[in-house]
């Protein structure tokens, strides 16, 4: 069953800014999908529109086959989001933040306390229960906004930028449950700039540029659009590469190089090469961030 | 594994339990605000209708005598208590909407199913609520001062009820267009706080010339202070029924226009 189902979706802004061109997306249920683009490609827009924060113009958007608009009700329920800024009310405790958004979902105070507990416990924000937001930490307030958004069980949840400023143990701790979510069957469509982290989580991705989705496809496939693969060589000691030219070696210090592979050659080509030179490899890993480079290749054609 | 797996599971409450429940969650929320700051929300109306008792009706009061047979302080009670009703049911709506917009946790409704009739009622309840409260505590304090008698206790609820409901649903309204934290005080300030003190609180019209007695038959603030002050001792320069007429009609119309503003998104959704 598709989870999310956009068609020709379109955003004309009251200052006449297009921000949507005529969109088409769709994401399986228990996809693990991300959305990526620059700054003011849509992406927020979709989710806006999506989550009823954002009118559209024109189109179509399903949600586990309801409509937004006819059967807004349904539809609102299957729906969690985490927004990219932070919109806690400043004033409302942590507890009665996730006891209020439960009964705007019609969830009554008792069932909504206990699924509060049990989220708040498992995001390791139990003890600040009785706080409010400004004695939270930054990385707190995104676990509380994702508590937020799963207080209604929804079945589909929008992840705007979630991870953004949020620093390194915290974001993975965040992708940790974030897998595990998606482990027990829920779909997770994400925005996001860490594309590396997009590479190791997500199994599809679209890329969006101007309004328009230019690119949609598995991860795996998308970092297949790649030509080349860049390495990172580790080796005792390095020395003249002249012979490597054909693989554009790049001396970093005096132990690391990097090369860049064909999708044709295979890393067995590039030892014989290696060896040829008398340089002892110890270690050879791909350098990463291929999936940014495809982004960033995509969006400067 | 499949947890969020979607289901047909036969939803076990109502749609109209689920809005129910939304409704009461806003209101609970309302009433925890006002009575969290009840400092800035509860207490200063209580200060200044304490000192409009002291200063008007005792220190002046007892130069002006009678007024229509009621004492001057008993008189500006009514006056009075409406004018901190209208004050502090205004004042919670606009005041606690625009908070949660300019935080931008009113995203926190927008995204849930909550209905718009939900969001209105919830919000407007808040305001009468409030705007009652605080209505009464003024009442209490003013039996230190005089005896009000009590002539239609059904009139008196009517009027208060529907003050309350009518300056609750225009909070809503100001509320919904404010952009920043001045237009919050616009309305109260220009428009707001003459009409109530032009509005015949702390005298009868029958005491201006003409003119002003014509003019002053377009504030609607003398309707609802006059009908009030009639529940107490039978008095009132307007026709009571027509005030009902007219305060029930202005209902309807700030009903109809939060429903409107909600639905075309205006100043809540881009």
């Known amino acids: 069953m598709k989870a999310i189902e956009i068609k020709n979706?379109?955003?004309?802004?009251?200052?006449?800014?297009?921000?949507?061109?005529?969109?088409?997306?769709?994401?399986?249920?228990?996809?693990?999908f991300a959305l990526l683009g620059a700054n003011g490609a849509g992406k927020t827009t979709i989710i806006g529109i999506v989550t009823d924060l954002v009118k559209k113009t024109s189109g179509e958007v399903k949600i586990l086959g309801c409509d937004i608009e006819r059967d807004f009700s349904k539809a609102k329920k299957f729906i969690g989001v985490v927004p990219q800024e932070i919109n806690l009310n400043i004033f409302e405790r942590v507890i009665d933040i996730l006891v209020t958004q439960a009964g705007y979902?019609?969830?009554?105070?008792?069932?909504?306390?206990?699924?509060?507990?049990?989220?708040?416990?498992?995001?390791?924000?139990?003890?600040?229960?009785?706080?409010?937001?400004?004695?939270?930490?930054?990385?707190?307030?995104?676990?509380?906004?994702?508590?937020?958004?799963?207080?209604?069980?929804?079945?589909?949840l929008f992840l705007d930028e979630?991870?953004?400023?949020?620093?390194?143990?915290?974001?993975?701790e965040m992708w940790k449950y974030l897998r595990e979510l998606n482990g027990e069957g829920l779909t997770i469509l994400l925005t996001t700039h860490y594309l590396e982290e997009v590479e190791q989580m997500c199994r599809n991705a679209a890329i969006i540029k101007g309004g328009e989705i230019i690119m949609c496809n598995s991860v795996k496939k998308l970092v297949q659009f790649m030509d080349t693969e860049v390495y990172v060589v580790s080796v005792q000691q390095t020395k003249d590469v002249s012979s490597l030219q054909h693989f554009k070696p790049?001396?970093?210090?005096?132990?690391?190089?990097?090369?860049?592979?064909?999708?044709?050659?295979?890393?067995?080509?590039?030892?014989?090469?290696?060896?040829?030179?008398?340089?002892?490899?110890?270690?050879?890993?791909?350098?990463?961030?291929?999936?940014?480079?495809?982004?960033?290749?995509?969006?400067?054609? | 594994m499949d947890k969020y797996k979607a289901t047909k599971k036969v939803l076990m409450r109502t749609a109209f339990q689920e809005q129910w429940i939304a409704f009461e969650t806003i209101v609970r929320r309302e009433i925890a605000r006002f009575?969290?700051?009840?400092?800035?929300?509860?207490?200063?109306?209580?200060?200044?209708?304490?000192?409009?008792?002291?200063?008007?009706?005792?220190?002046?009061?007892?130069?002006?005598?009678?007024?229509?047979g009621v004492s001057y302080m008993a008189f500006i009670v009514p006056g009075l208590v409406m004018m901190a009703v209208i004050n502090s049911a205004f004042s919670n709506v606009v005041s606690s909407f625009f908070s949660v917009k300019f935080q931008r946790s009113i995203e926190e409704l927008l995204v849930s199913p909550t209905s718009n009739t939900a969001i209105i009622s919830g919000?407007?309840?808040g305001g009468v609520?409030?705007?009652?409260?605080?209505?009464?505590?003024?009442?209490?304090?003013?039996?230190f001062f005089t005896r009000p008698t009590i002539q239609h206790l059904g009139i008196i609820l009517i009027f208060i009820i529907l003050t309350a409901l009518v300056f609750s649903l225009a909070g809503l309204i100001n509320a919904i267009f404010a952009k920043k934290f001045d237009d919050v005080s616009i309305f109260p300030v220009f428009v707001l706080t003459p009409l109530t003190y032009l509005g015949g609180v702390f005298y009868s019209i029958h005491s201006l010339p003409g003119f002003w007695q014509q003019v002053s038959l377009f504030n609607p603030i003398l309707y609802m202070v006059n009908g009030f002050r009639y529940g107490f001792y039978g008095l009132s320069d307007v026709s009571v029924g027509g005030s009902i007429l007219f305060l029930l009609v202005l209902t309807g119309i700030l009903t109809y226009a939060n429903f409107y503003l909600l639905q075309k998104g205006t100043g809540i959704k881009s």
């Open chain 1, 9 to 32: 979706l379109t955003k004309v802004y009251a200052n006449g800014t297009q921000a949507l061109k005529n969109v088409d997306l769709e994401v399986v249920e228990g996809d693990f």
């Open chain 1, 105 to 156: 979902f019609g969830i009554p105070r008792r069932e909504a306390s206990v699924q509060a507990e049990m989220l708040l416990k498992r995001l390791g924000l139990w003890e600040k229960r009785f706080g409010v937001p400004r004695t939270l930490s930054g990385g707190m307030k995104r676990r509380l906004m994702i508590a937020r958004a799963l207080i209604h069980k929804p079945k589909v």
């Open chain 1, 162 to 172: 979630p991870t953004a400023g949020v620093d390194v143990e915290i974001r993975h």
């Open chain 1, 250 to 301: 790049k001396v970093l210090d005096e132990t690391t190089l990097e090369v860049e592979l064909s999708r044709q050659e295979t890393i067995h080509d590039f030892v014989l090469a290696l060896t040829k030179t008398g340089m002892i490899m110890t270690d050879i890993r791909p350098k990463g961030h291929r999936l940014e480079k495809l982004f960033l290749e995509v969006l400067n054609k």
């Open chain 2, 35 to 68: 009575t969290r700051i009840w400092t800035q929300t509860l207490l200063p109306p209580v200060i200044t209708q304490t000192l409009y008792f002291v200063i008007f009706g005792k220190f002046i009061g007892e130069r002006i005598g009678d007024i229509q």
């Open chain 2, 123 to 125: 919000y407007v309840m």
């Open chain 2, 129 to 143: 609520i409030r705007g009652i409260l605080v209505g009464v505590i003024v009442f209490l304090v003013s039996i």
